[in-house]
């Protein structure tokens, strides 16, 4: 064991993550190297800008700006983190054709290529790593690909975007405004200045997409299924549900019906005395159900750079030690079994919250009813509250405004989006009319 | 890949867990034999009484009753899954001495004879898994072996005895006595006819002495540190910390403190918005703390057949995909690193929730209150309520008993322990007594 060499890296990206990377490898060299049967060995860390503070201090000579360095002999693994999908994937194909493995924490990239980039693993008969792609810290890649390989795995429900569950928390929490939980989202650094692709639900979709080829070898791509960010959410559709007894939470979902796969990525009602109800603020928790094993959750925090550095250190280990190599040939990735067919989104059949804002005239409610009964959708109960709205919500000149929240018995997808046409063509019914799923 | 030969397995015991493992095995095969490369055959089920019914048909041959079959050229890997600490550490040597791999589901053995046995299985150059010994399905000796190698681990806070989890649900959900809880829990098989091992504290013990060799390197024998069960508590204890907002489930706690390892099993009440007090029911959590990853939470069915079974299997698919062979050696299970050395129980440091049935006379709370304060004990709070004790508890012609309870500010267990000596002595308070710590 002693004589083994060092497992040499070349961190490309010396951004939040490859700093935490670089200072987890320095730092803990010693208890890694024993965890690993051999050391690790940051051998070069290249960045397009050596002028820019890192928050880590290198050894001389590691820092660099060539990525032709990556193809160095003295190169055994390769760490893709500078992000993005355009050259990060350049970077990925050059060092699998350089004869590197590759650890990468880009879930867009994966979601966007991996079917080509493991391909081409595959042909140079190289690995690609990529635990901290989900839930950061928390080892849920690893949890499919080996801690519960005995089972079928039955189901998926995921919250895997940190950034909306803190707003969302925070939203609840201090009766603040979508937007104002976004501004503090951003203040405390859970947020980008442009936070699109965590809002609308891309983020969390892409790491769905991994979720899904691991544990069922379905190939999905972002607009295979049902995608809804938490954007349009309004204070009030949190205290609605509140008062049903739920929580809002951007779920994920990839859940096995009959040879289907169900998918989708939305903000979701969730009874509040489950476990994933509970998980506040940044962190995540993904629920795992198998056919022996039941119900597993993993937790913690899915984003930030320690904990992903974490994850990406982990994987190095795991190249180090040997069994990322022989794990990664095993995985499910290239649709080697009989993948599951994804469900057609009109087929899934799930209860639904609607909220409407409604004018306050005789017929309104009639209106709504008729319409969801046309499409054959019972409604389970209902919630009308007087002054819900701000009379200056609704504008000088115009009706009064109410808001009405419908929860409907099981219907299927299909039946919703019909309805929803003729729901949005109601004079009576305000277009910003919110239909959200419940998870029971 | 196509070309490996199957791993041939031997299980020993075909108990409940046993049987799980056939059944997974026979039923699971093809999905096992594309996550491990190969097939994994069961070649033999050994058990004393080949004509009990088990549950499971086995192919023909497999049942047999001979031990020495373990030593067959045949076998590759040995399951011990029978249960108790003589007769299965006499199996896992035999199957070590002939060079077997061994996978094992028990904790009693390898808290009292791991040392030997991992020793053993390090001269024979083979491995010993036992994911199963600990929570059950839950993957958490794999999180701690590879998933969160990459950081330093400073504690570990685990509900690993599901038995005691499912009382204590259950006297505070149905306001039951601790005795029909437990008659509840072995109606539903959660409990077995003598509890003893489950409700006193020992099996948790003992899944935390391996949780702390694994993280820390730290051996410890189950008198080293500070063990209670839940058998003493009461369901007014329950009550009392659920108005204090707390709740109560017994917490096995491995945390770092300096150059020492704090140690303890004890129900201990945990603030009711943590993520640990929402584990209801026979759900088992462990929370691990690393210095990168933060905390991260593991969670799911902690026993049962098929959970456990889970895990045994995963065990096997890590055996045969050969990861297993590469981890076992690289663990601190025998002092290969500088360990933690135990923190003297004394010197452990919390707050305390302390519960007296006292003589309702003048003066009482004065005694217990002189006798904290002599031992620098300071109260943080207090709670006397009028006519909680049922008058036919206290007894005919004995004077008013009276709950009471304290909350003290951060103490050690060293002066605990000596202000117990003088209250155990004071004539006003009753011998039940009871002093739990908090988990702040």
Chains 1, 2 share one sequence.
């Not at 693993?121 to 080892?139: N, Y």
């Not at 390989?149 to 975007?161: F, H, L, R, Y």
């Not at 951007?250 to 005395?273: C, M, S, W, Y």
Request: proline fraction near 4%; glycine fraction near 8%.
């Amino acid at each position: 064991m002693a004589d083994l060499q060092p497992l040499r890296v070349a961190i490309v990206g010396l951004g939040t993550v490859g700093s935490g990377v670089a200072k987890i490898l320095l730092e803990n060299s010693q208890h890694i190297a024993r965890r690993s049967g051999r050391e690790i060995d940051v051998v070069f860390a290249i960045v397009r800008d050596p002028t820019k503070p890192r928050g880590v201090t290198l050894p001389d000579g590691v820092l660099a700006t060539s990525f032709e360095l990556m193809e160095s002999p003295e190169i055994d693994v390769v760490c893709e983190l500078i992000g993005g999908t355009t050259t990060a994937g350049d970077v990925v194909r050059q060092a699998l054709n350089a004869g590197k493995h590759v650890v990468t924490a880009n879930k867009a990239l994966l979601c966007e290529q991996g079917d080509e980039l493991f391909q081409l693993a595959r042909e140079k008969g190289k690995t690609i790593c990529f635990e901290a792609a989900v839930a950061g810290g928390v080892p849920v890649i690893e949890g499919l690909s080996q801690s519960l390989a005995a089972n079928q795995i039955q189901s998926i429900e995921a919250i895997v975007n940190g950034t909306s569950n803190f707003i969302l928390t925070e939203m609840l929490d201090h009766q603040s405004s979508y937007e104002d939980a976004v501004a503090r989202a951003q203040e405390k650094g859970y947020a980008e200045a442009d936070p699109t692709m965590d809002v609308d639900g891309t983020d969390a979709a892409q790491k769905l997409t991994i979720l899904a080829q691991l544990a069922f070898g379905t190939k999905a791509s972002l607009n295979d299924f049902p995608r809804q960010g938490i954007d349009k959410l309004k204070l009030a559709d949190l205290k609605y549900a509140d008062e049903l007894g739920y929580r809002v939470k951007l779920l994920a979902v990839a859940k096995r019906n009959g040879d289907f796969l169900e998918l989708h990525t939305q903000p979701t009602l969730i009874h509040d005395n489950l476990p994933m109800a509970a998980i506040y603020d940044a962190y995540n928790m993904i629920e795992i159900e198998g056919d022996a094993v039941g119900k597993t959750w993993f937790s913690g925090m899915g984003a930030g750079q320690m904990p992903t550095a974490s994850a990406v250190v982990s994987d190095l280990i795991d190249l180090a030690v040997g069994r990322a190599q022989q794990t990664f040939p095993l995985l499910d990735l290239w649709g080697q079994s009989e993948p599951l067919r994804i469900l057609p989104a009109e087929k899934i059949e799930r209860r639904y919250y609607l909220r409407f804002h409604a004018i306050d005239q005789p017929g309104t409610i009639s209106s709504i009813a008729t319409i969801l009964g046309n499409h054959e959708i019972s409604i389970a109960s209902c919630i009308q509250h007087e002054f819900e709205i701000h009379p200056a919500d609704s504008g000088e000149g115009k009706a009064s405004i109410v808001p009405f929240v419908v929860i409907t018995h099981t219907t299927t997808e299909g039946q919703m989006r019909a309805a929803d046409e003729e729901l949005i063509q109601c004079d009576a019914i305000e277009p910003d009319y919110l239909r959200l799923p419940i998870q029971d």
